[in-house]
């Protein structure tokens, strides 16, 4: 697979007062070509550290990286002829109208919306009734789709986008799913990071980020088919009771909260369900116990106790 990003042990750290805090730990990972990859993890992860130094806009303090081919401290000018980024903080003239704005951005560029109307055609529709409406009385979808816009007016062969749905309603953010599936079909290569477990199936592959390290790197399903214990939904009458019962558990190996259940593995894999059953109901007087499938935020938490 050809490669349009392509990063190799990548590192920045950054000094406060006396204290020096490492965002990226040598991040190793390749996006290819017409490629969906989500960069999936918390707040503090290291996601919008990374964005900014392959956007140029951060030098790394050591490592190597290419976007579409071009290296990121010797071609800059050249990368950023090539991208567009969405950052994750809406940054475009809250003062200037839709319109205003995408022509604003698209002067930049030395295009106009006219010329590249059928790559952002079925975002901008959405947003077209509202153009001379100021982008700050915009809501947050249209906002989501405004930027979107302005970071494709020149057509860039990568696209940067993070934490876009951050905010947004869960409609809106569905819509703006389906709307990179259709910018990855026009070719465009995408990088995209997300705190949202549940967006990351829905990506090519995705990497799993903690504190500045890449956890893993694999499709959505290979990521839950590494998840190498049997899972069990547990659920009571009393769930945070439970969860401080199931802890104290010497057969339990980890117990998180995962909406109405807790989320439980038990460190002999062999146990049978009629064991676990005697094991776990005299805990709780309403208790409900069924085998279950990994999900990727199962997965997430797996890695983080390794």
């Not at 204290?19 to 707040?43: N, Q, R």
């Not at 967006?199 to 504190?211: F, G, H, I, P, T």
Request: with cysteine; glycine share 8%.
């Amino acid at each position: 697979m050809t490669s349009a990003i392509q990063v190799d042990q990548v590192s920045k750290s950054f000094v406060s007062g006396k204290e020096k805090f490492t965002a990226l730990k040598e991040i190793t990972l390749s996006v290819g070509k017409g490629e969906l990859f989500g960069l999936v993890g918390p707040d503090g992860a290291g996601k919008t550290t990374l964005f900014r130094i392959l956007t140029t806009l951060m030098y790394a303090d050591s490592g190597f990286a290419t976007v579409d081919g071009f290296d990121i401290v010797r071609d800059f000018k050249e990368i950023r002829k090539r991208v567009g980024y969405m950052p994750g903080k809406f940054s475009l003239y809250p003062d200037l109208s839709v319109a205003e704005n995408l022509a604003f951005f698209a002067t930049l560029f030395d295009t106009s919306l006219r010329e590249n109307y059928d790559l952002v055609k079925p975002i901008y529709q959405q947003i077209e009734p509202f153009e001379k409406r100021k982008a700050g009385a915009l809501s947050g979808g249209m906002k989501q789709k405004l930027a979107l816009s302005c970071a494709l007016i020149h057509r860039p062969s990568v696209l940067f986008l993070d934490e876009p749905t951050t905010g947004v309603d869960a409609v809106s953010r569905k819509e703006f799913w389906e709307l990179l599936r259709g910018l990855q079909d026009a070719g465009i290569s995408i990088l995209v990071s997300t705190p949202y477990m549940d967006e990351a199936s829905l990506c090519d592959r995705v990497a799993l980020m903690q504190e500045g390290r890449v956890m893993g790197i694999n499709t959505p399903e290979g990521i839950r088919a590494n998840f190498a214990m049997p899972l069990y939904a547990v659920r009571g009458k009393n769930m945070y009771r439970l969860m401080q019962q199931l802890l104290k558990l010497e057969a339990v190996e980890s117990c998180h909260p995962f909406g109405q259940h807790h989320h439980v593995v038990f460190r002999n894999s062999s146990m049978s369900m009629e064991e676990i059953r005697k094991m776990v109901i005299p805990l709780d007087d309403d208790m409900e116990i069924s085998r279950i499938e990994p999900t990727i935020e199962d997965s997430f938490m797996a890695l983080m106790n390794q």
